[in-house]
């Protein structure tokens, strides 16, 4: 075959840890490169921590957490992030509302993750709780490149105090991604609740892309994912899935789902407020790392899920049901957005 046929070939990949030299190998069974994202519902530590608002998750507090709840927990989300991965841990995993990075390395290190090498990025967020957006990624085959936490400039008018947007810059089989993983402020109270600082946040992620689009080019690959709080349907993701000021092209890989698809249960209707949107280039371009129609999942094995006690149907099997005690995983389900490798030739 000579170069410069146009013909174009695409290869999934399944990237493993290699015990010495952490190259790639050139002969593994075929698999994406999975993205995953995952609201933990409340991951909080059993000390207390006197800078932020964790009592009820405390032995002595409302919820009565103690170390045997705390270890189940820890227990359940390592089966869920590996089970995830069809029993190859995905190679970036985002994550949120986790307490600090002691419950992260509890994860990573305290399981059977421990033999993929995790590496992770977290810093606290100014959220009044304690809680925040982290990324963990298996460090043999990600290389970060450069990481910032971010959030909208404080007007003076309403004190910013909530979760921080990770953005990270990254490079995966000699292919670049930049990654914003968000935890917008919540709904509680009305879908109005905590809309105009939703709306702050959209505005920085488009003012962020766009300046990466000044620097890179239009071909460059933007991943904004996490729980946004809001609906595709909604006008604030209307904003990020469309046209940039610099003529880049964002969408919302959720469009690709059946349906009545959703990550998180509210009165017996599902909502798809966990998303992932996408610069073109992830779907279009010639080379490097892409997406596909199908590409974008949301993991709902049937041990992340229950029967509703109040509405027809099943919702997430959650940690708690109000005060009460399940023993569950999350209120949410993941998604996992798998990453196949196009060469042109």
């Not at 190859?88 to 600090?100: A, D, I, R, S, T």
């Not at 810093?123 to 963990?136: A, Q, T, Y």
């Not at 092209?249 to 698809?261: K, R």
């Not at 389900?333 to 030739?345: K, Q």
């Amino acid at each position: 075959m000579s170069v410069g046929t146009g013909i174009r070939i695409t290869v999934t990949v399944s990237l493993f840890l290699l015990s010495v030299s952490g190259a790639y190998p050139q002969d593994q069974a075929a698999g994406p490169v999975r993205l995953m994202f995952y609201n933990v519902e409340n991951l909080f530590d059993i000390s207390n921590d006197t800078a932020t608002d964790d009592d009820e998750f405390l032995p002595s507090g409302l919820r009565r957490w103690n170390f045997r709840r705390y270890n189940e927990k820890i227990n359940s989300l390592y089966k869920t992030i590996t089970a995830a991965g069809e029993w190859e841990p995905p190679v970036l995993v985002g994550l949120c509302e986790v307490e600090n990075e002691h419950v992260i390395n509890d994860i990573i290190s305290g399981t059977n993750l421990s033999k993929y090498d995790f590496g992770i990025i977290h810093e606290d967020s100014p959220d009044r709780r304690g809680i925040d957006v982290c990324l963990i990624y298996r460090k043999s085959i990600v290389k970060v490149i450069s990481y910032d936490y971010i959030m909208p400039v404080d007007s003076g008018e309403v004190p910013y105090k909530t979760r921080s947007v990770l953005y990270v810059k990254c490079r995966i089989m000699n292919d670049t991604l930049h990654l914003f993983l968000n935890h917008w402020p919540s709904r509680r109270g009305g879908v109005l609740a905590g809309e105009s600082q939703r709306l702050r946040i959209a505005s920085m992620l488009i003012e962020k892309a766009d300046s990466i689009v000044m620097a890179e080019g239009m071909d460059v690959k933007i991943i904004l994912a996490g729980d946004f709080n809001a609906v595709p349907e909604d006008e604030v993701i209307g904003k990020l899935s469309g046209h940039y000021g610099s003529g880049l092209t964002m969408i919302n890989l959720s469009d690709w789902l059946p349906e009545g698809s959703g990550t998180y249960r509210y009165r017996g209707t599902w909502e798809m407020i966990d998303q992932v949107i996408v610069s073109e280039a992830v779907i279009a371009g010639k080379r490097g790392l892409h997406a596909i129609p199908g590409s974008l999942k949301i993991f709902n094995p049937s041990f992340l899920l229950q029967e509703d006690p109040n509405y027809p149907g099943q919702s997430p099997f959650s940690t708690y049901r109000g005060y009460k005690y399940q023993g569950g995983y999350s209120d949410h389900l993941p998604v996992i957005l798998g990453l196949n490798l196009s060469l042109d030739f």
